[in-house]
């Protein structure tokens, strides 16, 4: 009867003990609950001999007699008998044992209990249910809705009690499974909790709709621990605290696919680290409105995302020592040019086209001879002009704000306005046939406009646009090549002034770099891609996206689990995918995919048939690659993509031709346009470096850079392909945390240990905290005494060759050193107090001593001159009367100083 009512948590804590008591196996065993690795703590020698059996009080308060299980480790602890030596890869007795239980991830015991599992149903969906029988193989589940299904046993899965419902940090399940993480999540999703701990991960849900958790009220209540659930807030305020406190650089790294809610999550955490600490109001702003400068130059609609990045950023923002924000810097990387003259269907060019279409007040638009967007080529040929929702001529207006609030002025404003217009009239320059196959431009309104535009003259912009001209040859051009020439010409304009602009707006963002300190990056890396056609665009955004993957699995996976290896402790390794294949595929010199992509670009002969062939030839032992005619496929950790190889070896030259270069050096427009043609110039030809390789060297400067920080990880999740707020998609998220390997960091986490010290880091530390006398005892020898004493859990604790690994519990001990030292500090103040006392008594007996003694000198002189002068008058009266009066004020000094 008793039993009926108690939880499954219950009866499985009580099953354990049971087990743990009687020391026997017994075939009812539940399945794993979390792993608790077993202490390889062994006693030093010296130690084995003095300790009394330490009893280690295990709480198993969840019986129902609140019981406590008292467990006697002397044995374990002491590295006797059960093999559990220090230091080294040992599982032996009690320890392997417990593993091997750890191990059977026995459904058994759910099904002779009847609990809750979650089963397989026959459209392949998860369900929970209950055992209602089971005969043989097959077992009979009631589901939530009242149906029975009968499955395989083999298609069952251990479901978490209630109680576990929604737990903020997804660890805490009992059950790490694919249904119960999926559960977990859509708990929290649909109550509009959209951030969940993943171990060291926050995982953010794209809610596709406000969600009302941001602002200033909810950065104060972080900043203040009033809330301390899991939050971008609160990863931001971790590493600003962490900044603070450990004098070290952090950095944010969020990723996820394309329309996840990367950028979003970006800006929460920049409003933050802006907001933290009563910061400087202008530089507060001045941070805040970049968003909305590169959002209009750097974002666009793609058929994934309305807002889409179209390039990598990392934000460093800079702070003092006392915490304040010195000053700020943003690094740009892989912006995409190519989407200024060529649009897929359905999707937008950058939205400041759009912006400034619908927005410019009539003085600038008749300045700019400027039209509606659906009269521009460039901007109406993918058949999309507006986003629901977007309102293109208010957004003009908070862009002109924007620029104001980072010094972005008045004939600069114009300035970037007119090479707006400059780009959108180049794309309306049509061209008409000469001959069968040659073109050239017509002399129109969109070509006289372009010029002016750009304030070069209309005929040598003519002859760019119909001729070819190198080494003193010029040739005409066909319309393919004129359309060519022409795009290739707007997109350079577009991202010379998109490079310009982040040039000033870090200019703005200089402040003080004296006062500089330490400094948290947020990086927004691009999303995954994998599109109909997919370029060299692709190839390097997914190229990231696996270079960024590696860090993250390298840091939550690999490093953490070699680490315990090379310690010697006991742990269960956590098998993971490594991309490193993949990723070798690209980077291996001289034969990757980059190398390889450099060499054919600066190659007069190679062609994007020679590049393939090539990558045949040299990369097919990689099984990561494919190839077919004209393209190749390579599987990526995301998914497998097929990459087209014409015009690869083309992009990736990027090379301008030399007329071209000589006409933007004519432009009479001041944003360095002509600066940044003959740059290009320099960076790309002189140097023989193609667009690959220079990313690549980018990239590994920016990992570096992070390498050399504390990280913070953010996984932001796409619920659902409509991009609809409310829809869970299991197969969408599970597909997600699938790829980028969150199981395996939660399992890693679930039994890490995240808090380790060197041996002599931890005697010196807690070595007050020891009651005997230790000094001559070497540091392990320290450690472990004090672990003793203190009664650490085994279970909290492993030691490896050089270092103390915890799971928890290091807390009391700081807590208990802080009091110790505390009335160590008492009691100092207390006798430096007594100390300074007994000085000044000392001190002022001797200044009041010497004073009588100066008094008394003095009364004996005036004495012998008043005798003097009075011939002897009296003599014996006065003298007498003088020496009563001397030894009376003596008398009183010494009663001044010490009292009667
Ligand atoms: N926390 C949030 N609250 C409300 N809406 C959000 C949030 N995060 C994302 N969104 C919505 O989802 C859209 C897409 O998000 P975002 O642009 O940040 O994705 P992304 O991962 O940066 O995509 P891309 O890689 O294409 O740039 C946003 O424009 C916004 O409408």
Redesign the pocket.
């Known amino acids: 009867m008793l039993l009926s009512s108690r939880s499954p948590l219950e009866v499985m804590l009580d099953s354990l003990r049971l087990r743990d008591n009687s020391g026997e196996s017994s075939p009812d065993l539940p399945p794993a609950l979390p792993s608790r690795p077993i202490s390889k703590a062994r006693l030093p020698k010296r130690l084995i001999r003095s300790t009394i059996a330490v009893q280690h009080v295990v709480s198993c308060d969840t019986s129902n007699n609140n019981e406590k299980l008292d467990v006697k480790c002397s044995s374990r602890s002491s590295g006797g008998g059960g093999g559990c030596g220090f230091g080294r890869k040992k599982m032996i007795g009690a320890a392997a044992a417990a593993t091997s239980s750890v191990s059977v991830d026995s459904i058994g015991y759910f099904i002779r209990n009847k609990l809750g599992v979650w089963c397989k149903s026959r459209n392949d969906r998860w369900e929970l249910g209950k055992i209602e029988s089971a005969v043989g193989e097959d077992v009979t589940v009631r589901v939530s809705n009242g149906n029975m299904i009968t499955v395989s046993r083999r298609e069952l899965l251990p479901a978490n009690t209630d109680v576990l419902d929604g737990v903020a940090d997804l660890v805490e399940l009992s059950y790490l499974n694919e249904p119960s993480v999926l559960h977990s999540l859509q708990y929290r999703y649909n109550r509009d909790i959209?951030y969940s701990k993943a171990g060291p991960v926050l995982l953010?849900f794209?809610?596709?709709?406000?969600?009302n958790i941001?602002g200033d009220d909810f950065v104060a209540a972080y900043k203040e621990k009033i809330l301390d659930n899991p939050h971008v807030y609160a990863v931001a305020d971790a590493a600003y605290n962490d900044m603070m406190k450990d004098g070290v650089n952090q950095s944010i790294i969020i990723s996820?696919?394309?329309?996840?809610?990367?950028?979003?999550?970006?800006k929460?955490a920049m409003q933050y680290l802006a907001s933290v600490k009563s910061q400087n109001y202008e530089m507060k702003s001045k941070l805040i409105q970049t968003s909305c400068i590169l959002e209009a130059f750097g974002?666009a609609k793609?058929s994934?995302?309305?807002?889409?990045?179209?390039f990598g950023k990392l934000i460093d923002i800079h702070y003092s020592a006392e915490g304040m924000i010195s000053n700020a810097c943003i690094q740009t990387y892989l912006f995409e040019k190519s989407r200024v003259s060529q649009i897929c269907r359905g999707e937008r060019s950058y939205h400041v086209f759009y912006q400034m279409c619908a927005g410019a007040p009539p003085v600038l638009k008749d300045n700019l001879n400027l039209k509606m967007s659906s009269e521009y080529k460039f901007l109406n040929q993918s058949g999309c002009l507006k986003i629901n929702g977007v309102d293109d001529a208010h957004n003009f207006i908070k862009l002109v704000d924007a620029f104001d609030t980072l010094g972005i002025h008045g004939l600069d404003q114009e300035n970037i306005f007119e090479l707006l217009a400059a780009i959108l009239w180049l794309g309306n320059i049509s061209f008409a046939a000469i001959d069968e196959e040659l073109v050239e431009p017509v002399a129109d309104e969109a070509s006289r406009s372009a010029a002016r535009l750009m304030g070069c003259k209309m005929d040598d912009l003519m002859m760019v646009l119909s001729t070819n001209r190198a080494h003193n040859m010029t040739e005409p051009l066909t319309l393919q090549q004129a359309t060519d020439k022409r795009n290739t010409l707007a997109n350079f304009v577009y991202e010379s002034l998109f490079n310009w602009l982040i040039e000033e707006v870090n200019t703005s963002l200089k402040g003080n770099t004296q006062h500089t300190r330490h400094a948290i990056s947020i990086l927004?890396t691009?999303?995954f891609e994998s599109l109909q056609r997919n370029s060299l665009q692709q190839l390097f955004i997914n190229y990231a996206d696996e270079r960024l993957q590696q860090h993250f699995i390298r840091h939550l996976c690999k490093l953490e689990q070699e680490e315990y290896e090379l310690e010697g402790i006991h742990w269960k390794k956590v098998e993971f995918e490594d991309n490193q294949e993949c990723l070798d595929l690209f980077e291996k010199k001289p034969m990757g995919i980059i190398s390889m992509l450099n060499e054919c670009s600066n190659s007069s002969i190679a062609t994007d048939t020679t590049f393939t062939e090539k990558i045949k030839q040299h990369l097919s032992y990689n099984l990561c690659i494919s190839c077919e005619e004209g393209a190749f496929r390579v599987r990526h950790y995301a998914r497998e993509v097929q990459y087209d190889a014409s015009g690869l070896l083309e992009k990736d030259s990027d090379k301008l031709q030399f007329d071209t270069i000589q006409l933007l050096s004519s432009c009479k427009k001041p944003l360095n346009l002509s600066g940044s043609a003959s740059g290009v110039m320099n960076q790309v030809q002189a140097a023989g470096q193609s667009v690959g390789s220079k990313f690549m060297d980018h990239l590994s400067k920016l990992i570096n850079q992070m390498e050399n920080s504390k990280q913070h990880f953010i996984r932001?999740i796409k619920p659902n392909t409509k991009?609809l707020p409310g829809i869970y998609e299991s197969d969408i998220v599970w597909e997600q945390l699938k790829c980028s390997q969150v199981m395996e960091v939660m399992q890693i986490s679930k039994s890490r240990y995240p808090l380790r010290f060197t041996h002599q880091e931890f005697a010196s530390r807690f070595g007050c905290l020891l009651s005997t006398n230790v000094m001559c005892m070497d540091p392990l020898s320290t450690s472990v005494a004090i672990l003793q004493q203190h009664r650490v859990p085994t279970q909290m604790y492993q030691v490896g060759f050089q270092k103390l690994f915890f799971r928890g519990q290091v807390d009391a001990l700081e807590n208990l050193r802080q009091e110790v030292l505390g009335s160590t500090r008492e009691l100092d103040n207390r006798f430096l107090g007594g100390r300074v006392l007994v000085d000044f008594h000392e001190l002022k007996f001797g200044i009041v001593t010497l004073q009588s003694f100066i008094r008394g000198e003095n009364a004996r002189r005036a004495f012998n001159v008043l005798k003097k002068q009075n011939h002897g008058i009296a003599l014996s009266s006065l003298d007498q009367h003088m020496t009563t009066v001397v030894h009376i004020q003596s008398g009183t000094c010494y009663i001044k100083t010490y009292g009667w």
């Open positions: 959209i953010a794209n809610p596709f709709k406000d969600v941001y996820g696919e394309s329309g996840a809610g990367k950028t979003e999550t970006a929460f974002n793609t994934r995302n309305w807002n889409s990045s179209r927004d691009y999303g932001c991009k």
